[in-house]
C-alpha cells in the first residue's frame, strides 16, 4: 500500500488540497493500487474477444497485485498465443488450433511457441456451413464445384476451415471460387449472389448470419458422425459440437458439427496463488458476466474445462478447493 511522505508542507492552498483528495479518492477506488500492470491480449476492438476480455479485466483490476489492466487489441488467437508465450502479454484468449499449431511449429507458424496455460474455457468457435434452401446442396461432398466464402485470409478461421474442409478431403481448388474474407463480408457476398455457401468458425447465433436470414432463405448444413469422426481424426484441435435449435430462427433442430475450443489462457510461469485469485474473481462473477456479454453462457469451469490444454495448478486449486467439476 502506498504511505503519504513523512515530510508534508505545513500548509496548502485549497486548489492543492483538491488535487489530493481527488487523487485519494482515485486510489482508494483501486484496490490493487500496489500491484503491478497486468497485459492482456484480446481481439479487434469490435470483436467477441475484445468484449469477453473488457469486463474480466474490470474484474482483475480488484485484486490486490494488479493495479491496472492494459487491454491490447489483436488480430486474435494465434497472435494472443504468441504474445503470451513470449512474455508479452500474461494472459488472453486463445483457441485449441493456436495452442497446438503453436506448441507443434506447425503453420501458420514457423517455430515453436509454448509456456501457455488454461484456467478456463470461453464460448467454442463452431463451424457452420450456411447455404441457400433452395441451393440442392444436402452435403459437405455436395458443396465440390461450388462458390464458397470462408474466413478472412491468413486468419485462424481460415486455417482451421481449410484444414476441416481437407479432412473431408476437399482441398480448394474443388471449389469454383473461394473469397477469403470475414464473416460479415462473407454474408454480404452470400446475399449478392457472389458465392454459393459460407464455410466459416463462429459462435452460435452469429449476427452476420442472422441478419443475412433476414434477406435469404438459409439452411445449415449438418455433418455425418462419420464427418465427425473423421475430422476429429485428422485435426487435434477439433471436437464435436453442436449448433443447438433455435440458435437461428427457422432452425430448430440440433445440428451436428465441429467446434474449436476457446480458452482463457495465462504464462504457465505465473504465480499460482495469482492464478488462483484470477479464476476465483471470474467464476464468482459469472452472472454478473453474462449480463454484459452472451458468450459468456457458454463457459465452463473444472479441472477438465480445457480438454487436453494444460490448466495452470493455480486453477486447478481452486476448482479442486470448492470442488467445481470432475
Known amino acids: 500500500m502506498r504511505h503519504p ?18 487523487s485519494g479518492l482515485l486510489l482508494s477506488g483501486c484496490s490493487g493500487e500496489s500491484g503491478r500492470i497486468l497485459p492482456i491480449a484480446s481481439g479487434s476492438s469490435s470483436g467477441a474477444y475484445y468484449l469477453q476480455i473488457t469486463p474480466i479485466a474490470a474484474l482483475w483490476e480488484q485484486l490486490d497485485f494488479i493495479s491496472s489492466c492494459s487491454v491490447q487489441a489483436t488480430t486474435g488467437a494465434m497472435e494472443n498465443d504468441v504474445l503470451i508465450c513470449t512474455g508479452q502479454a500474461d494472459a488472453g484468449l486463445i483457441d485449441s488450433f493456436a495452442y497446438f499449431a503453436a506448441a507443434g511449429g506447425t503453420e501458420p507458424y514457423t517455430e515453436q511457441y509454448t509456456g501457455i496455460s488454461a484456467i478456463a474455457a470461453g464460448a467454442p468457435s463452431m463451424m457452420t456451413i450456411a447455404v441457400r434452401a433452395d441451393s440442392g446442396i444436402e452435403s459437405v461432398a455436395d458443396l465440390a464445384g461450388h462458390s464458397i466464402a470462408v474466413g478472412a485470409a491468413g486468419s485462424g478461421a481460415e486455417f482451421e476451415t481449410r484444414f476441416i474442409l481437407e479432412a473431408l478431403g476437399l482441398a480448394y481448388s474443388d471449389f469454383s471460387r473461394v473469397d477469403m474474407v470475414g464473416i460479415g463480408p462473407g454474408f454480404t457476398s452470400f446475399q449478392d449472389g457472389k458465392v454459393d455457401a459460407v464455410i466459416s468458425l463462429m459462435g452460435a447465433g452469429n449476427s452476420s448470419l442472422m441478419e443475412a436470414m433476414t434477406n435469404v432463405d438459409i439452411k445449415l448444413l449438418a455433418l455425418s458422425q462419420a464427418e465427425v469422426g473423421q475430422i476429429m481424426a485428422e485435426c487435434e484441435f477439433a471436437v464435436e459440437a453442436v449448433i443447438p435449435g433455435g440458435s437461428y430462427s427457422g432452425i430448430d433442430q440440433d445440428i451436428l458439427t465441429v467446434s474449436v475450443p476457446c480458452m482463457l489462457a495465462v504464462r504457465s510461469d505465473m504465480p499460482e496463488d495469482e492464478v488462483y485469485q484470477m479464476t476465483q474473481v471470474i467464476h464468482e462473477n459469472l452472472d454478473s458476466l453474462k449480463t454484459t456479454n452472451s458468450n459468456f453462457n457458454q463457459w465452463s469451469f473444472g479441472p477438465d474445462c480445457a480438454g487436453s490444454v494444460p490448466l495452470h495448478p493455480g486453477a486447478e486449486q481452486y476448482y479442486l478447493d470448492h470442488g467445481i467439476g470432475g
Open 5 to 22: 511522505s513523512k515530510h508534508t508542507k505545513p500548509r496548502m492552498n485549497h486548489l492543492t488540497a483538491a488535487v489530493l483528495l481527488l
